[in-house]
């Protein structure tokens, strides 16, 4: 996709790894094309010599340790609300943080607004592992969710997946304990219910823990705590094993030249399991793009970050998202906003 | 630990590597020393030349497909409930289980009683990854719950680890979405509160998902549909990544002799990943001993979840474990049987 001339407003703080990383990444997504407003320090990041790269003086960070809610609300010079702004404003078509999820998913609720119909933004992550993308929400916005707004998820999710991902007719399933309809909390039996008229996209019903990492489908579904906690686990998984493995072929010279051997071909897999990968997560269901990459972000992950970002502006995935659910009805009551449900 | 003179019954429907694998498992428990009645058709369960062994002929299985309360109800001739009948008659120290995971709970709760003061008896597993044992529960037993049971499911697990894994004053963490007491759903930020008075055991807070592959606790609590889900995606991915491993050291000769000259230093680690390793899950809260094994368990596996059983047994593991609540006021309503919490 040629992302040329699309702009991004990215919040310049908070990238544990330094500004050097975060210039160097800056450097990487402007020569895809992309223009990038940065709010932060100047004099920390130097991005003369990078063309359409403007760097707006801003020094207020909304960390971790903040209450995103009050905190967004109480510091309009802070990073993460101005560059929020600049999108509002018109100066830019998406926003990236690499700060706080909390905070930028404060900031872009407020300052981006809900599409319309949409109850409850999802924060949507693709699953690091090999083989076919699984988009995955909600990794976190909403802890506690009822059945309606898993129902909505699974409308983002396929949204995403086939405007900014191309997958013309996603397969989408629902996170339970098993496969049957009956199992699981009551709201995911609600929405497995719900969903079997769903049109647009295939819902393949219920699928379990172990279908997440083997790619059972394109877009699963969940509430924001099982989702953020087996995002961890998974992410965290991954890199006891890798580095248990490393640390095998470290154990003594016959395996030390194993490893050695192996690693032409292991490199395209450590890629493909690296979180820098996938860019981060994005939020949906706001009327424009906002995507949050980790912290720990190298210099590909910010660049990784602020392309999804860009990708997704240049289709107009929000306003693709809102098309949809308009014409599904999912916004006019018809699946999904039933109270009910 | 001398598991001779233990008593096992096994329910010897369900492997579904089928019956040579479960008699080479038998086998293997046997020359440990451990006594089993195995409930299974003794035509295909050749325990002769087996010491200690004993098939008990029955040919009625629940399986998965089986709706598990109604047909422990209604089957008392079925492998699973003439097992647990038998501990309950006390023919046999511990039972445990290769079938059906919900046929197993129901027939195991029905059959040999909740101890005194538990409210939810709760699926605990043991983590197979490398380093510290982490003992996860619940996985399943439980898909929805208030924080008594949580701040249970803390009691039950700390008891598992001192009395049957030996660690004297286990570190027990609390499953969320953030290290902060406030962050997670309303009964994790109950439970967390309810915890922080503990004594025998230490809280060291909330846990994240990346927690627990790291073996940042001896215990981790949670609810049985996020323990499940989480279990299940932990699973898959140490397979999909070492999958993936082995496919790249397949790729050319030369990633193939780095495959084979790593070969010896990975097999400890293999090892360690294997969900043989563990023997399967245990119910905990019952007065006697319940293991749920890998339906997909080899020999090893089989013989570890006899094994698991038989050490839990041995110590008297369940009748601690009451003795603990008891002591505490757990089952008094001191803590975490507080209608409030």
Known sequence: MDLSGTTVALDGLGVENGFEVLTEGIRLAAADGIGLRVFGPGSAIDASGIPGVEVIETTDQITNEDDPVPSVRSRPDSSIVRAVADVAAGNADAVVSLGSTGATMAAATF??????????????????????????????????????????????????????????????????????????????????????????????????????????????????????????????????????????????????????????????????????????????GLRKTAVVGHGSSGADGVANAIRLAARSARVDAPGLTEEMLHRVGVNRGAIGSNPDV
Chains 1, 2 share one sequence.
Do not use: M
């Not at 996170?175 to 219910?193: F, M, N, P, T, W």
């Not at 154990?251 to 030249?257: E, F, R, T, V």
């Open 111 to 284: 300052g981006l607004k809900r599409s319309k119909g949409v109850k409850r933004p999802a924060l949507a992550a693709q699953v690091p592992l090999p083989g076919r993308v699984t988009v995955f929400l909600d990794i976190g916005a909403n802890v506690e969710v009822r059945a309606q707004h898993l129902v909505q998820f699974a409308w983002l999710g396929a949204s995403f997946s086939r405007s900014v991902l191309g997958v013309e007719r996603p397969e989408v399933g629902l996170l339970s304990v098993g496969e049957e309809a009956g199992k699981g909390r009551d709201e995911v039996v609600e929405a497995h219910a719900a969903l079997l008229g769903a049109e647009e996209f295939d819902f393949i019903g219920n699928v379990e823990g172990r279908d997440l990492p083997a790619g059972r489908a394109d877009v699963i579904v969940t509430d924001g705590f099982t989702g953020n906690v087996v995002t961890k686990a998974l992410e965290g998984t991954v890199k006891t094993v890798v580095g248990a493995i490393s640390d095998a072929a470290r154990k003594n010279p016959l395996s030390a030249a194993g490893g050695l051997l192996l690693k032409p071909a292991l490199s395209g897999l450590r890629h493909d399991l690296h979180p820098d990968t996938t860019g981060g997560a994005i939020l949906l």
